[in-house]
């Protein structure tokens, strides 16, 4: 599982990571051995937006943020997220007895940004900023 240190409530179950294995990029051969399992990068990758702390502030018993980060770039850039989540929500739906890939989406109209509104007051042109009317 995680070996000594602490379960956190992101970790994977034991279910969830035999689902999420096969989609994780194996250790590419003829370099360095990996240092960390790569159940431990997934488990730091779950635990990262769930906190919403910055990359330096991950717990000291995960693996170092450095390599944290790495993986979640590189795997960004390859599209293994992507892959993934494909993956897991193609999985459900067929669970579901549903389509693989949604047919229809909802656009909610209220969540149109209102930054660019503009106001008139006391002759000067402001625009919202986020605490009040003005220059921004």
Excluded at 21 to 46: S, T
Excluded at 64 to 74: A, C, D, K, M, S
Aim: aromatic share 10%; with cysteine.
């Amino acid at each position: 599982m995680c070996g000594l240190r602490t379960r956190y409530p992101t970790d994977l179950s034991d279910p969830e990571w035999e689902v999420l294995r096969p989609l994780v990029p194996v250790v590419k051969p003829g370099g360095r051995p990996a240092k960390h399992a790569r159940r431990e990068i997934i488990n730091a990758l779950a635990y990262w937006p769930r906190a919403g702390c910055a990359w330096r502030l991950l717990p000291h018993d995960l693996p170092p943020w450095q390599t944290v980060y790495h993986y979640w770039r590189q795997w960004q850039q390859e599209g293994v997220r992507e892959r993934m989540l494909t993956a897991l929500r193609e999985r459900e739906r067929a669970q579901l007895g549903r389509d693989l890939t949604p047919t229809a989406a909802i656009v909610d109209s209220q969540s149109v940004s209102t930054a660019t509104v503009l106001a008139v007051t006391d002759g000067q042109v402001g625009r919202w900023c986020g605490y009040g009317w003005g220059p921004c």
